[in-house]
């Protein structure tokens, strides 16, 4: 007995799970889907066309005997074809000729079934006993399917609602709904086919130009439906600000699209133009048939110069129609005038470089023809700049070109407009290019000038050095001694200001040099300095007077380079103050490189030619700017006295070796010393910088071939290839005599001349060093 109970309880469960896992069969219509193909803005109290009405019903949705029905807004009537709102009758069925299906009428309101969707048959179509259709009531109709719908394929029907009469007073959205019976292969459902609003008009300028007398202006005015524009005296009415007037007619009307009507109409005269006003008097006009849009050409003329107001003339819209907007902009009124200026935020430019690219400059009419034809504009930049590219533009006929640079100094451009304008211009010179002189910074302003009636002055770009230099300190120093200087910091004012394969200079005052090389090291960013390459050079007629170092490669991000174990020597000629160090060189300095210069300007002979046209002149060597040469200079030192009679120094020369030092600081000299007949020989300048002698009181005598140094109270003068040295005017016979050797210094032995000056010297002969202590 219990197993068969148990039996029985495992039966009713499996039934149970087999009812859930099959899936029960759903309402054929929840298949069945309807869309608007479009959905138009009429008027009410009219009939009229609203928008066609697609449904698809999957395959075997639809059985013989399924119905629906679909119905308008109340007081709506499905129309008799050329009735207003007589309610049709016949919805009977008719194949026709392409094989599609259509019920009802086919110039009215119909339900047609194509014989094919996309390719696919209809599962509705060959049978024009397939629906029986009939209506229900003015809004309502009815479909019955009578026939066998295929079951294999979908079934697909149009709804085109082409003669309804739209009830009087309705407004808002028109929808046509669906509903059907539960057991229906229809489904129930809704779509809006059109929209009641009573009707708007727009009314819009195609473009707002400039003038100063008289200017066309074109309207587009546009009904979103038929019959939008009221039949009323003034259903449409434009009216002009004062100092305007319409002009006597209008210059042309035509229809865009829709009924042409309207544009008789209003040729007959129902446009009325009444000085400042223009109405459409539409008063006798029955309305049109369809939404229309027609375009509208008419003058403004400036009637009274006192009233009229420069600037945007605008006119109120009004009207028994409902239009938008209530006002509008149809032209800029203005006197002849133009203006010049600067558009947007000046750019950063660097000093001492080329291809600097200014502000770009706009010219502005403020109505057509205000610049005369041949008139001239003239631009003149400071004597620090000189141009190096220029613009040309056109704008509504007129245009402006380069013809000359006035004075060939390369300051002052000269430009000419040509043609005349037809709407007010706006020309724009861009992306010039100046040329600036090394170390002059703050605004770059050019002065206008020229016939063209444009003056004043334009801020075109702020000028900045390309880098700075930054002093770690600025320590005291004494004339004829070897003073430390305080380190030094060149800074990129941005990535790449430093150019690649270029030398960059130190460069001290006169009276003062290096007493040795200094380090250079790259301590931020990626700029590439060759550390090996630092020199000692040459400026002039003094010695040492220059430190140089190479520039490998540019950067990418902006850099830092450092300059440390800087020493100066200071003669007696530098007066007391800060002593300044300036940063020259091609890698910081473009405008005077002839290679830079040459690759960036063309030249005829010595005369640079700028867009084809005479500029400048430069000298042979084609440096723009010869007179200065600094990118930027910075005090690492002060000279506060003269080295006192008391001060003593101690220095080291090894034989063979350049590098020597002086109170512990190691130095380099560009000739070694050597041996000679048991004698050591050095360089005068070093000679004299070991003893403490200033530069000043080192003198050459070319003709003579002789040397005087001057040290306190003693004069010591010395001839080459002469082994006899005067002291303060006594002669005293040497046993060996000065010589040169290359590149060309004057070579001293060392013993004599330190002893003539009071001062000792040691010889270590297993270290071959020479020590000298002044006395």
């Known amino acids: ?330 032209g800029v009124y203005g006197t002849y005038d133009a203006t010049i200026e600067v558009d947007g935020d000046v750019p950063t430019i660097y000093a001492g470089m080329l291809e600097q690219v200014i502000a770009d400059i706009v010219i502005k009419e403020s109505v057509s023809d205000s610049i005369i034809e041949n008139r001239t504009l003239t631009l003149e930049l400071p004597e620090n700049a000189r141009w190096g590219a220029m613009d040309d533009d056109s704008d509504s006929g007129l245009s402006i070109d380069l013809v000359s640079f006035p004075g060939t100094d390369g300051k002052t451009a000269k430009f000419e407009f040509s043609g005349s304008s037809n709407d007010a211009a706006e020309l724009v010179l861009s992306e010039m290019e100046v040329v600036l002189e090394p170390g002059v910074t703050g605004d770059l302003v050019v002065k206008v000038g020229g016939t063209a009636g444009l003056s004043g002055e334009l801020t075109v770009a702020e000028i900045i050095n390309p880098v700075t230099a930054e002093a770690a300190s600025v320590p005291e120093v004494r004339i004829g001694s070897v003073n430390e200087a305080g380190e030094i910091t060149i800074v990129e004012g941005e990535a790449g200001v430093i150019k690649k394969d270029k030398w960059v200079t130190l460069d001290l005052p006169a009276g003062v040099r290096f007493a040795n090389k200094p380090k250079v090291e790259v301590i931020e960013g990626d700029i590439n300095v060759d550390e090996g390459s630092v020199k000692t050079g040459k400026d002039g007629d003094q010695d040492d007077n220059q430190v140089l170092f190479y520039v490998d490669g540019d950067s990418s991000e902006a850099s830092k380079i450092k300059v440390s174990n800087i020493n100066y020597v200071v003669d007696r000629t530098v007066p007391e103050g800060d002593i300044k160090l300036s940063i020259k060189g091609d890698a910081v300095v473009e405008v005077n490189d002839r290679d830079e210069v040459d690759d960036y300007y063309t030249f005829e002979d010595n005369v640079v030619k700028v867009d084809g046209i005479k500029a400048f002149s430069l000298d042979s060597d084609h440096k723009v700017f010869p007179r200065t040469s600094s990118a930027a200079k910075v005090s690492n030192a002060k000279v506060v006295t003269p080295a006192d009679s008391t001060y003593k120094s101690n220095a080291v020369f090894v034989i063979g070796d350049t590098n020597y030092t002086v109170n512990g600081v190691q130095m380099t000299a560009d000739v070694a010393p050597y041996l000679k007949n048991d004698r050591t020989y050095l360089p005068v300048r070093y000679v004299a910088t070991a003893l403490g002698v200033a530069d000043a009181n080192i003198m050459w005598n070319e003709a003579e071939q002789s040397v005087v140094i001057i040290k306190g109270d003693r004069v010591v003068k010395l001839v080459i290839g002469s082994s006899t040295m005067m002291i303060n005017g006594v002669p005293f016979t040497m046993d060996v005599a000065p010589e040169i050797v290359d590149p060309g210094r004057t070579m001293l032995p060392l013993r004599w001349v330190a002893q003539a000056l009071g001062a000792d010297v040691q010889w270590d002969a297993a270290t071959q060093t020479v020590t000298i202590d002044t006395l």
């Open 1 to 330: 007995m219990k197993l068969k109970r148990k039996a029985l309880s495992i039966l009713v469960t499996l039934s149970f799970l087999v009812c859930m896992l099959v899936p029960m069969a759903a309402p054929a219509g929840a298949a069945t889907g309807y869309s608007v193909l479009s959905a138009p803005n009429v008027d009410d109290g009219k009939t009229t066309a609203l928008g066609t009405v697609f449904a698809q019903v999957t395959a075997g949705g639809l059985e013989t005997g399924d119905t629906m029905t679909f119905r308008l807004p109340g007081d709506f009537v499905w129309a008799e074809a050329g009735t207003d709102d007589t309610r049709m009758s016949d919805w009977s069925g008719q194949i026709l000729p392409n094989g599609d299906t259509l019920y009802g009428e086919a110039g009215g309101n119909h339900i047609l079934i194509p014989e094919v969707y996309s390719g696919d048959a209809n599962g509705l179509a060959g049978d024009e006993n397939m629906l029986e259709v009939t209506m229900i009531s003015d809004e309502e109709v009815k479909v019955e399917v009578t026939g066998e719908p295929a079951r294999g394929d979908d079934c697909y029907f149009y709804i085109y609602p082409k003669n309804v009469f739209v009830a009087d007073g309705f407004d808002g959205a028109i929808e046509m709904i669906f509903d059907a019976p539960g057991a229906s292969g229809f489904a129930d459902g809704s779509v809006t086919v059109g929209y009641v609003s009573g009707g708007e008009v727009t009314i819009s300028v195609s473009s707002v130009d400039s003038f100063s007398d008289r200017d066309s202006v074109t309207f587009r005015i546009t009904e979103d439906t038929a019959g939008a524009f009221e039949d009323e005296s003034e259903s449409l009415k434009l009216r002009l600000p004062s100092g305007f007037v319409w002009g006597n007619s209008y210059n042309s009307l035509q229809t865009i699209w829709g009924d042409k009507d309207l544009e008789e109409e209003l040729k007959d005269g129902a446009l009325e133009i009444d000085e400042d006003e223009l109405i459409f008097n539409l008063a006798k006009f029955e309305g049109t048939d369809e939404a229309t849009s027609i375009e509208l050409k008419i003058d403004i003329v400036v009637d009274d110069e006192t009233d009229a107001k420069t600037g945007d003339i605008i006119a109120k819209v009004s009207g028994k129609s409902d239009i938008t907007p209530s006002e509008l902009t149809v």
